[in-house]
């Protein structure tokens, strides 16, 4: 069994700050790229973030400059550093991961997702 299990959310009024974190736990083999989706109210969900094992990195447009991802490989962990939030950033946000329970066998899984609400 794996789990993704996502912490950090909250309230926050605009211009503020949230830092969200992301811990990979259980029959994991290897985990490849990491990253963080989001889901508003009545969009589609985005995705907003991904870092790769060697650190290549990639952002929604709209976030760059205001959001940063990083992990931490050794505790299979992924952060989500979010400043300059503005109330168009409020969303459940779910982590992914790129991950292989065995040398052949992998997919992405995700966490149960975590509430970002910003206030204006």
């Known amino acids: 069994q794996v789990q993704l299990v996502e912490s950090g959310g909250g309230l926050v009024q605009a211009g503020g700050s949230l830092r969200l974190s992301c811990a990979a736990s259980g029959s994991i083999f290897a985990i490849n790229a990491m990253g963080w989706d989001r889901q508003a109210p009545g969009k589609q969900r985005e995705l907003v973030a991904t870092?790769?094992?060697?650190?290549?990195?990639n952002y929604l447009t709209s976030v760059k400059g205001r959001f940063t991802i990083s992990r931490d490989n050794a505790k299979n962990t992924v952060y989500l550093q979010m400043n300059s939030l503005n109330p168009e950033d409020t969303a459940v946000y779910y982590c992914n991961a790129d991950l292989q329970i065995s040398r052949n066998l992998g997919q992405r899984y995700w966490g149960q997702g975590t509430q970002v609400t910003v206030s204006s």
């Open positions: 870092i790769t094992t060697g650190g290549s990195i």
